[in-house]
Nanobody, 124 residues
Framework: QVQLVESGGGSVQAGGSLRLSCEVSRYSTNCMTWFRQAAGKEREGVATLYIGGSTTSYADSVKGRFTISQDNAKNTVYLQMNSLKPEDTAMYYC???????????????????WGQGTQVTVSS
């Protein structure tokens, strides 16, 4: 069993930054993704990390603004979010699974483990 605990959400003005954290109880999967779900919309993947090779992929909407990374010593995966926009407002979830290929295009239904989510609100 893998447990994921997110933190770091909050409210920020447009143009600001936030860093989300996802503490992982143990790495028994190869693919970690940050998803987000805005009110009335489907859950979408925004950033993916292939744990085995540290390869990353991003949704077009966040490329150049968001960065996914890991700290193995802390068993934590981060999502650094810069130049935030009001359209980034959503509940953010981290998810883990055994997937190949491990890319941001994989669907939410393919992930086995989920955190409880952390809210990000960006005001204009």
């Amino acid at each position: 069993q893998v447990q994921l605990v997110e933190s770091g959400g909050g409210s920020v003005q447009a143009g600001g930054s936030l860093r989300l954290s996802c503490e992982v109880s143990r790495y028994s999967t190869n693919c970690m993704t940050w998803f987000r779900q805005a009110a009335g919309k489907e859950r979408e993947g925004v950033a993916t990390l292939y744990i085995g090779g540290s390869t990353t992929s991003y949704a077009d909407s966040v490329k150049g603004r968001f960065t996914i990374s890991q700290d193995n010593a802390k068993n934590t995966v981060y999502l650094q979010m810069n130049s935030l926009k009001p359209e980034d407002t959503a509940m953010y979830y981290c998810a883990a699974g055994v997937l190949w290929p491990c890319t941001v295009a994989r669907g939410a239904y393919e992930y086995t483990y989920w955190g409880q989510g952390t809210q990000v609100t960006v005001s204009s």
